[in-house]
């Protein structure tokens, strides 16, 4: 399926093989939860997309920015850090920022398994512990180049112009 102009599509990972980080990520989808958040950051290898802030939308009424978790009883980030060798963080895989995990996420521009996979981050507590990598982007990869191609702060690697992220849906 193509993706129309300025979208992108994410295939999810089977609920089979990463059930409960799909279920977060679909959760928040279902209760509008990324409906005017951004992509602001624009590191080396990936496009993180965040909860911490909000995208002006200039169409009034298209959806209800004031959402907020729990009024929907929304569980945003992973209870354990969930990992397959099947979905393991490839050039244009998704995955969860931080351990546990979410509710940020992050879009893989190269493949990204010695930085994000199994024991990759001694910081983080559990031997074995990797990001939960839940899907890969399988069409509009053109409207992530235009957002990997905007100018950068080039010390943070903050995107200048933050880039809103105006709904997600399932399809």
Known sequence: MPAPDNTFIVELAPVEKMPHSVHVFLDAVHHKFWHGKTFWLNAHHLLLASSRFQYALKEEGAWNSSIHPDDVHLTLSTSFSEYSQEYSHSSWTVGFAGRPGGPDFYINKHDNKHLHGPNRQPHHLL?????????????????????????????????????????????
Not at 160 to 171: D, E, M, S, Y
């Open 127 to 171: 031997e074995g512990d990797a990001d939960s990598c839940f899907g890969a982007v399988s069409a509009g990869f053109e409207t992530l180049q235009k957002v990997d191609a905007m100018a950068v702060n080039e010390e943070t690697r903050e995107i200048a112009q933050p880039v809103g992220i105006l709904k997600a849906v399932i399809l």
